[in-house]
């Protein structure tokens, strides 16, 4: 499975915690939404399952333009891994996909955007 995180942008912080649906492999699941704020120096979003094992992560802006420069994922083992985005998205963009680290179970609890 392949997720995707969607954001948008105004003054207030809309936390969810997404469950991903199931769907086709090498599909791209929406794996949540958040509203990005402006004045916090990151958001996170928790993800739960079940079908939340992802092999690669992109992001989706819409509303305004955004910069990110990186990812914390923090996976159910433990362990994180910490991407480098660096990219200023205009509206309606997205960033590239980027593969997680590891084989086998790579199940995402929470992505941290910086």
């Known amino acids: ?31 949540g939404t958040w509203t990005a704020d402006l004045v916090a120096d990151h958001d996170s979003i928790t993800v739960r399952g079940p079908f939340d094992d992802f092999r690669r992560v992109k992001l989706q802006v819409t509303g305004a333009d955004l910069q990110i420069h990186h990812l914390v994922i923090a996976y159910d083992t433990g362990t994180s891994e910490e991407l480098e985005v660096r990219e200023f998205i205009r509206e309606g963009g997205e960033t590239r996909a980027t593969d997680l680290r590891g084989n086998g179970r790579r199940s995402v609890r929470r992505v941290d955007v910086w």
């Open 1 to 31: 499975m392949v997720g995707s995180l969607t954001t948008s942008v105004s003054p207030a912080l809309a936390q969810k915690v997404p469950r991903p649906r199931a769907g086709g492999v090498g599909d791209w699941r929406r794996i």
